[in-house]
């Protein structure tokens, strides 16, 4: 039984950091990519960040430049560093693992961001 077990949200003021991690729990084999998704209130789910297998990674235009992310291979953990952070980031963060096999892709459960101006 795959688990994605995220932490690092909270309440931050604007102009702030936060860390947020993504640790695998179980097997998952033939990670293709790793990343990480925001939901706002009434919003659709968005992509915030994506790494691939081989580090390549790209962002969502809004977030180019105060976000970062990274990954612990040998962890099956992701990371997505916020700073700069601004009351629009406010969301819930979603992180996903995309595997080549069945099922193909994992959900964590999420992690609010709220971000007060």
């Known amino acids: 039984q795959v688990q994605l077990v995220e932490s690092g949200g909270g309440l931050v003021q604007a102009g702030g950091s936060l860390r947020l991690s993504c640790a695998a729990s179980?097997?998952?084999?033939?990670?293709?990519?790793m990343g990480w998704y925001r939901q706002a209130p009434g919003k659709q789910r968005d992509k915030v960040a994506r790494?691939?297998?081989?580090?390549?990674?790209n962002y969502a235009d809004s977030v180019k430049g105060r976000f970062t992310i990274s990954r612990d291979s040998a962890k099956n953990t992701v990371y997505l560093q916020m700073n700069s952070l601004k009351p629009d980031d406010t969301a819930v963060y979603y992180c996903?693992?995309?595997?080549?096999?069945?099922?193909?892709?994992?959900w964590g459960q999420g992690t609010q961001v709220t971000v007060s101006s």
């Open positions: 790494i691939t297998s081989d580090d390549s990674t």
């Open positions: 179980g097997s998952i084999f033939s990670i293709n990519a």
């Open positions: 996903n693992i995309e595997s080549r096999i069945f099922p193909f892709s994992y």
